[in-house]
């Protein structure tokens, strides 16, 4: 009797457990979550932003588009952007093309 409830309460603690693809998903998620956080931050219409293509880039922060509105109301377009931090979030409107790229290539692909 006292191997069964041992053996119960193991399967219990193993079904408890997270693997390791559903921690780095959670992660994912997170990390995605606080770049839209700090994109909204940075532009006019934080409620009507409008995000896809979203992924966790090789430098570990929150790369995507983001289609934000402008002064007049209106959509601009997706435009690709980087968030590793609050401080550190990237529009490409920000910069030129050329600097953009280069960051997009070392933190995102």
């Known amino acids: 009797m006292r191997l069964a409830i041992t053996i119960i309460g193991l399967l219990a603690l193993a079904a408890c457990g997270k693997t390791a693809e559903q ?3 959670e992660e994912n998620v997170t990390l995605t979550a606080l770049g839209e956080k700090y994109v909204r931050e940075k532009v006019l219409d934080p409620g009507q932003a409008q995000f896809r293509n979203q992924f966790v880039g090789k430098g570990g922060g929150a790369c995507g588009e983001v289609n934000a ?3 007049f109301g209106g959509y601009i377009g997706y435009q690709r952007y980087i968030s590793v931090a609050r401080d550190l979030t ?3 409107q920000d910069v030129s093309p050329a600097e953009f790229e280069a960051q997009w290539q070392q933190l995102c692909r």
Do not use: G, T, V
């Open 23 to 25: 921690k780095l998903h």
């Open 69 to 71: 509105k402008d002064a």
């Open 90 to 92: 990237l529009l490409a």
